[in-house]
């Protein structure tokens, strides 16, 4: 594992190089790079929101135990349910179109498409945090799309509904944890931010 290797393919991707994903796809050594660059960009997104509790948040209150809940749990727990999306990709291309997608290769191209969860982590800037926490949300979904496409014969309308699928299965998880959870917001990561209004 190549870290240089790893930070370029990041930066290509930051620059809308979706070249990276046919490299990546084949590649059997990648996929335990591309589910740590996946880890860690949900941990990113995570503290994100942490960071938004602890900067915008009412300085009299915090929710209990912030760091644990919404930074190390919300983290994981959004890396999860971006598994989770990754799985429904797959199952309604293969079940439903009937298309030809190899799983290890989705999840090789996958855990490169969620290196925009990082900018998550810019959630505590006053003003601009809806941005931060908004178009990390958008730019994964086109970045998934790409990587989906490059790893199966289904046409661009098929891969974007099995990705729309995915996307909605996470997004609907992570609204119900966030809106469900008391005070602490465990697992709800970046959103427990997005639904819950500065005071």
Same mark, same amino acid.
Do not use: C
């Given at each position: 594992? *190549?870290? /240089?290797?790893?930070? /370029?393919?990041?930066?290509?991707?930051?620059?809308?190089?979706?070249?990276?994903?046919?490299?990546?796809?084949? *590649? +059997?050594?990648?996929?335990?790079?591309?589910?740590?660059?996946? @880890?860690?960009?949900?941990?990113?997104?995570?503290?994100?929101?942490?960071?938004? &509790?602890?900067?915008?948040?009412?300085? /009299? !209150?915090?929710?209990?135990?912030?760091?644990? /809940?919404?930074?190390?749990?919300?983290? =994981? &727990? =959004?890396?999860?349910?971006?598994?989770?999306?990754?799985?429904?990709? !797959?199952?309604?291309?293969?079940? +439903? !179109?009937?298309?030809?997608?190899?799983?290890?290769?989705?999840?090789?191209?996958?855990?490169?498409?969620?290196?925009?969860?990082?900018?998550?982590?810019?959630?505590?800037?006053?003003?601009?945090?809806?941005?931060?926490?908004?178009?990390?949300?958008?730019?994964?979904?086109?970045?998934?799309? !790409?990587?989906?496409?490059?790893?199966?014969?289904?046409?661009?309308?098929?891969? +974007?509904?099995?990705?729309? %699928? @995915?996307?909605?299965?996470? +997004? =609907?998880?992570?609204?119900?944890?966030?809106?469900?959870?008391?005070?602490?917001?465990?697992?709800?990561?970046?959103? %427990?931010?997005?639904?819950?209004?500065?005071?």
């Amino acid at each position: 594992m *190549d870290p /240089n290797l790893i930070v /370029n393919r990041i930066l290509r991707l930051a620059r809308l190089d979706t070249s990276v994903f046919d490299e990546v796809r084949d *590649d +059997v050594n990648e996929l335990i790079p591309a589910l740590i660059v996946a @880890g860690v960009s949900a941990l990113l997104a995570g503290l994100g929101a942490t960071l938004w &509790f602890a900067v915008l948040w009412d300085s /009299n !209150y915090h929710p209990d135990g912030i760091w644990f /809940n919404t930074f190390i749990f919300g983290g =994981l &727990f =959004l890396a999860a349910m971006y598994l989770v999306w990754v799985l429904v990709d !797959y199952v309604v291309l293969v079940q +439903v !179109y009937k298309a030809s997608a190899d799983l290890q290769s989705l999840l090789r191209t996958m855990g490169y498409a969620a290196a925009p969860l990082a900018l998550s982590l810019l959630m505590f800037i006053p003003v601009l945090w809806p941005i931060f926490a908004i178009v990390p949300l958008a730019l994964l979904l086109v970045m998934a799309i !790409y990587a989906t496409q490059s790893v199966t014969n289904a046409d661009s309308t098929q891969v +974007v509904i099995a990705n729309l %699928a @995915g996307f909605t299965v996470m +997004v =609907l998880v992570l609204t119900i944890v966030a809106f469900s959870s008391d005070s602490s917001k465990i697992g709800a990561g970046l959103f %427990a931010a997005l639904f819950e209004p500065v005071k």
